[in-house]
């Protein structure tokens, strides 16, 4: 198998390529790439949300894991979330027998999606 090869643009994105030699890859401005193993949690404990970044490292571009930093508020907001599954599962159902809706539709999808972009901030790490 090849040696990988990688180097991070000026906003730290990785570009990977495939060379013949090493002389090659560090021609074009590619270092060695390797790859970290990615952390498991441990039973029981609140599970991470892991993000890939990619660091230049003794020579090397290296894949690290990192823990989202806000992992336990995500874990809660998605429950929070999960906890209202059963209105938009009822409101589904009446809908389909052209019922009366049990909650107010649009307050509870306003509801939702605010718990999903609070989510999606936590998750880019703002």
């Not at 021609?27 to 952390?39: C, I, M, R, S, V």
């Not at 990192?66 to 589904?92: F, G, H, R, W």
């Not at 052209?98 to 972009?117: K, S, T």
Request: hydrophobic fraction near 30%; proline fraction near 5%; charged fraction near 30%.
């Amino acid at each position: 198998m090849k040696q990988r090869y990688a180097k991070l643009d000026e906003h730290g994105r990785v570009q990977f390529g495939v060379f013949e030699s090493d002389e090659d890859a560090l021609n074009a401005g590619f270092l060695p790439y390797e790859e970290t193993e990615k952390p498991s949690t441990p039973e029981g404990e609140i599970p991470h949300n892991y993000t890939r970044t990619y660091e230049e490292q003794s020579g090397k571009i290296v894949l690290v894991w990192k823990a989202y930093p806000n992992y336990e508020a995500i874990a809660e907001l998605k429950k929070l979330l999960a906890s209202t599954d059963y209105k938009v599962i009822k409101c589904q159902e009446i809908s389909l027998i052209g019922g009366e809706m049990p909650y107010d539709v649009e307050a509870l999808h306003a509801e939702r999606q605010e718990i999903r972009n609070e989510i999606n901030r936590l998750e880019a790490c703002e």
